[in-house]
């Protein structure tokens, strides 16, 4: 038999790792470089998170697929043709059995010069920085809403301090820190994540970065091509836009409004779906199977649920 899993993220690698044990033939398709996904986004020299999953990297029985992007799912009977570009080149290739854990993409939201030169996605910032060492700016605001700015904070800091420049990072979150309390009987369940975010608190307090709550971006302010500024409003309680607007002083704006499944093999290939807090996910069962025999669904496709979720699926 041969499976392939299209993701190398948490979902796509925790199915891999079972997979094998069953000496059953993997076959794992991704655009990046590098397995990991979006969340364990890591450069070269960096060790990968959990080293359960770093000894998959190594495993022959692993046919992996890096840099590649998936044009087609052709029906067989039975299995599937994938055909896909690798290397400029159109290939094919007949797996049994498919499993799409292809996570998700960044939320954005427009405003005024939101297309405009120093302006990323917050993910896009990280990336930059952890695959490629660059540091796009020295003073950096992230906009948007929900936790992925700190640990993009916590990225540009510790590159800063690798290359021992000096960076200031603000942080413009639109909803009320109050929201936070409400994650306590979550923190209590699970100590780790309780831990987890300690580390965050205690990185705001010792790198001295500013937040601004109950307040969002309406628009980067641009002089001689590049952004000089963003303005900013806050919000009431319904989120909407108060008239008090004032600007922080910036060269490098990132923004991310929380996450999108990425719904592009299923749409290919058909997949029922469903909607799930407003985003399309795709349908499945109580094992993951979704509406087309022989193909299941694992991680952010199916809900946005982060890494642990992502795993145990």
Known sequence: MKVAIIGAGPAGLSAARELIKGNISVVIFDANSRSGGQYWRHGVRDQFPDQNFASLVEERSIDWKFGSSIWQVEKLNPGFRI????????????????????????????????????????????AMAKE?????????????????????????????????????????????????????????????KALEALEYLNLIRTKRIKRYMKSVVTEAVIKSGEISAVRVAKLNRFLEIRKNIFEIECDFLAT??????????????????????????????????????????????????????????
């Open 83 to 126: 055909h896909y570009v690798m290397n400029q080149k159109s290939q094919s290739l007949d797996v049994e059995k498919i499993l799409i854990a292809s996570g998700a993409s960044e939320r954005v939201l427009p405003f005024k010069n939101w297309t405009a030169p120093g302006v990323f996605t917050a993910g896009a910032a990280q």
């Open 256 to 313: 991310s409004f929380g996450f999108v499944p990425d719904m592009t093999i299923a749409s290919i290939m058909g997949l029922e779906r469903i909607f799930q807090n407003g985003d399309a996910v795709i349908r499945i069962d109580k094992n993951q199977r979704t509406s087309l025999v022989d193909v299941w669904a694992a991680g952010e496709v199916t809900g946005i649920g982060g890494h642990d979720l992502a795993i145990t699926e």
């Open 132 to 192: 490629h060492q660059l540091l796009l700016g020295k003073k950096i605001v992230i906009a948007g809403s929900g936790v992925f700015a700190l640990p993009v904070a916590k990225s540009l800091l510790a590159l800063a301090d690798d290359v021992e420049k000096e960076i200031t990072i603000g942080i413009v979150e639109a909803r009320s820190f109050i929201r936070w309390w409400r994650n306590i009987p979550g923190f209590l369940l699970n100590p780790r």
